[in-house]
């Protein structure tokens, strides 16, 4: 099982990774959207920083997932980010969520995974 968490952890870190870099040194064309989900791009566009601190949290996170260090506060800031894109691809863009529920489940596992270290969180 530690094979699966280190496998599961790296592999989400290199996707944050990659997501993140593309976004801030726009690497790749982003691809046109249209419809609900393109007025959701705009909306996240005009507030101005909306989308940079996304990319940073999966910045951080994705250094984190790499290289082992504070991964359990890793996998809690990056769950609602997690969970928004998997919502986001759900019901605006479904050819997403092939890259969108494995990351979500990969953090679910994760967060599992180091059950023990949440335990005092949510103890009255």
């Given at each position: 099982m530690k094979i699966a968490t280190l496998v599961v952890r790296v592999l989400i870190g290199l996707l944050l990774l990659f997501a993140s870099i593309t976004y801030f040194f726009n690497l790749i064309e982003q691809p046109e959207t249209t419809g609900n989900m393109k007025t959701f791009e705009l909306g996240l566009a005009a507030s101005a920083y909306l989308m940079?601190?996304?990319?940073?949290?999966?910045?951080?996170?994705?250094?984190?997932?790499?290289?082992?260090?504070?991964v359990t506060l890793a996998n809690i800031v990056l769950l609602p980010v997690s969970l928004n894109i998997l919502l986001i691809n759900y019901f605006m863009a479904p050819e997403g969520l092939p890259i969108a529920l494995p990351m979500f489940l990969g953090n679910l596992f994760l967060i599992y995974r180091n059950w023990n270290n949440y335990k005092t969180v949510f103890t009255p």
């Open positions: 940079p601190l996304a990319k940073a949290v999966e910045l951080l996170c994705g250094l984190s997932y790499v290289s082992g260090k504070y």
